[in-house]
Nanobody, 119 residues
Framework: DVQLQASGGGLVQAGGSLRLSCAAS????????IGWFRQAPGKEREGVSC????????YSADSVKGRFTISSDNAKNTVYLQMNSLKPEDTAVYYC????????????WGRGTLVTVSS
């Protein structure tokens, strides 16, 4: 059973930092890309960042480049999203998802974790 558990959300002031974790189980972690997505109230879900299993490449949305860093600890089957210089517009529910090999076709999703950035 594929399971993804996102954690680490919370309330932080603008300019602060948070680190989200996505713990994965039920599949061969090394074979899957893990992506982070977010959905703000009243807005569509958007991709934030992804780490590919096929070549270890990482991708980030322009809105978070230079502020957010995705990393993977294969020994712990966990992907992290380090979020620095947070802005109120980063407020959203953050989800992690898994896709086979590449940062596309994410078929498995975890429950989200809420990030609230106060101004």
């Amino acid at each position: 059973d594929v399971q993804l558990q996102a954690s680490g959300g919370g309330l932080v002031q603008a300019g602060g930092s948070l680190r989200l974790s996505c713990a994965a189980s039920g599949f061969t972690f090394d074979d899957y890309a893990i992506g982070w997505f977010r959905q703000a109230p009243g807005k569509e879900r958007e991709g934030v960042s992804c780490v590919s299993a096929s070549n270890g490449s990482t991708y980030s949305a322009d809105s978070v480049k230079g502020r957010f860093t995705i990393s993977s600890d294969n020994a712990k089957n966990t992907v992290y999203l380090q979020m620095n210089s947070l802005k109120p517009e980063d407020t959203a529910v953050y989800y992690c998802a898994a896709g086979y090999r590449h940062c596309a076709d994410f078929g498995s999703w975890g429950r989200g974790t809420l990030v609230t950035v106060s101004s």
